[in-house]
């Protein structure tokens, strides 16, 4: 089954607490991207990757890194987490064809920043 | 800047009565539009993509249509089960032609 998977689906931590949120994918998809939903604002891209050690900034990147070693795994990682990045987060991946096609996303992670 | 607006931002229908929404944009060069279904604590589902004026495109009770500045999304006799928050996307060939932007949603109940 082609899917999108999110660890963890729901995580509390306090303010400075280094933590990675895994995704992965089982499409073999170039693309993968990490957005955050919170109310009133919408879906807002935070990093992509178009492959392997290619990465780049989306709207609000500030706060956040991540790594793409592999093609499967993409990483989202909050070094210093703020309550401002409480919010909910999703990994999403497609295939990067000239015809940007289906984008499928993961479950999403519940992140709580104390 | 790249711009999607949604309208309304809440939608109550009954069974049956038939609607649209709306999907506003503004990018520098489209290079697709998508839309999606989200159901309360979930990811978004893909429904369609379009990439020029003109196209559309059906799945069951909804259709999808694009003109140069906006889409819609019809719904034809709905059921409560279609009752879901409706997100439309842009992706632009700005900078590396890479980046999606969304609107904040419809959310749509059908009351049956």
């Known amino acids: 089954e082609a899917q999108v998977t999110q660890n963890p689906r729901y995580l509390i931590t306090v303010t400075g607490k280094k933590l990675t949120v895994t995704c992965s994918q089982n499409m073999n998809h170039e693309y993968m991207s990490w957005y955050r939903q919170d109310p009133g604002l919408g879906l807002r891209q935070i990093y992509y990757?178009?492959?392997?050690?290619?990465?780049d900034k989306g709207d609000v990147p500030e706060g956040y890194k991540v790594s793409r070693k592999e093609k499967r795994n993409f990483p989202l990682i909050l070094e210093s987490p703020s309550p401002n990045q409480t919010s909910l987060y999703f990994c999403?991946?497609?295939?990067?064809?000239?015809?940007?096609?289906?984008?499928?996303f993961g479950p999403g992670t519940r992140l709580t920043v104390l | 800047e790249d711009q999607v607006t949604q309208s309304p931002e809440a939608l109550r229908l009954q069974e049956g009565e038939s609607s649209s929404l709306n999907c506003s944009y503004t990018?520098?060069?489209?290079?697709?539009l998508f839309w999606y279904r989200q159901d309360p604590g979930k990811g978004p589902e893909f429904l369609f993509t379009l990439y020029s004026a003109g196209e559309e495109k059906e799945k069951e009770r909804l259709k999808a249509t694009l003109t140069k500045k906006e889409s819609f999304l019809h719904i034809t006799a709905p059921k409560p089960e279609d009752s879901a928050t409706y997100l439309c996307a842009v992706l632009s060939w700005a900078n590396t032609g890479n980046q999606f932007y969304f609107g904040t949603g419809t959310s749509l109940t059908v009351i049956p």
């Open positions: 990757s178009m492959n392997v050690e290619v990465t």
């Open positions: 990018v520098s060069g489209l290079r697709g």
């Open positions: 999403a991946s497609r295939t990067s064809g000239r015809a940007p096609d289906t984008q499928y």
